[in-house]
């Protein structure tokens, strides 16, 4: 058996009057995040770990900003494309373990249903993913509610 690493970490600003799209779920909050796609924090760093545990670069280079056929994307879509790149290489996920930084709205209500929805696209057990959260104690860009982060470790093997 062969198994690999991967690590994502992606940022986006959070804007008023945007959906809020985190884990493949809209939350409901009177800011959402900003992108060129639907700005899924959580999914992109889950799919730049796993393009990275593969060897297949990243988010930005399998995927464009440039691209129009990106642009307002649903990141589930992406994600769903990863994981068919990742199968064509003879890799199946082991297991995701991320973290998203958020100072406002709590996320940990939304973690059973973005784990959920998340397992059903990338067709996983949904004891594969683990989702945290965190905040930074009122600290930087985060802090001020003016972005949201998140990190992601994959494992895959073959």
Same mark, same amino acid.
């Given at each position: 058996?062969?198994?690999?690493?991967?690590?994502?970490?992606?940022?986006?600003?959070?804007?008023?009057?945007?959906?809020?799209?985190?884990?493949?779920?809209?939350?409901?909050?009177?800011?959402?995040?900003?992108?060129?796609?639907?700005?899924?924090?959580?999914?992109?760093?889950?799919?730049?770990?796993?393009?990275?545990?593969?060897?297949?670069?990243?988010?930005?280079?399998?995927?464009?900003?440039?691209?129009?056929?990106?642009?307002?994307?649903?990141?589930?879509?992406?994600?769903?494309?990863?994981?068919?790149?990742?199968?064509?290489?003879?890799?199946?996920?082991?297991?995701?373990? +991320?973290?998203?930084?958020?100072?406002?709205?709590?996320?940990?209500?939304?973690?059973?249903?973005?784990? +959920?929805?998340?397992?059903?696209?990338?067709?996983?057990?949904?004891?594969?993913?683990?989702?945290?959260?965190?905040?930074?104690?009122?600290?930087?860009?985060?802090?001020?509610?003016?972005?949201?982060?998140?990190?992601?470790?994959?494992?895959?093997?073959?």
């Amino acid at each position: 058996m062969k198994i690999r690493v991967g690590f994502g970490f992606d940022v986006h600003q959070l804007r008023e009057q945007q959906d809020f799209w985190l884990g493949g779920i809209k939350i409901e909050h009177h800011k959402g995040a900003f992108g060129h796609s639907d700005a899924d924090v959580l999914i992109h760093v889950i799919c730049d770990a796993l393009l990275g545990a593969a060897n297949l670069r990243d988010i930005g280079f399998q995927f464009p900003d440039t691209a129009s056929e990106f642009k307002g994307i649903d990141s589930k879509i992406l994600l769903k494309k990863v994981v068919d790149l990742i199968r064509e290489k003879g890799y199946e996920i082991g297991n995701i373990d +991320s973290t998203i930084c958020l100072q406002v709205p709590k996320i940990n209500p939304h973690i059973p249903k973005m784990k +959920s929805v998340l397992a059903a696209v990338m067709g996983i057990p949904e004891e594969a993913i683990s989702i945290k959260a965190t905040t930074t104690e009122k600290l930087g860009y985060v802090g001020r509610e003016e972005g949201v982060s998140a990190y992601a470790v994959v494992l895959i093997e073959k």
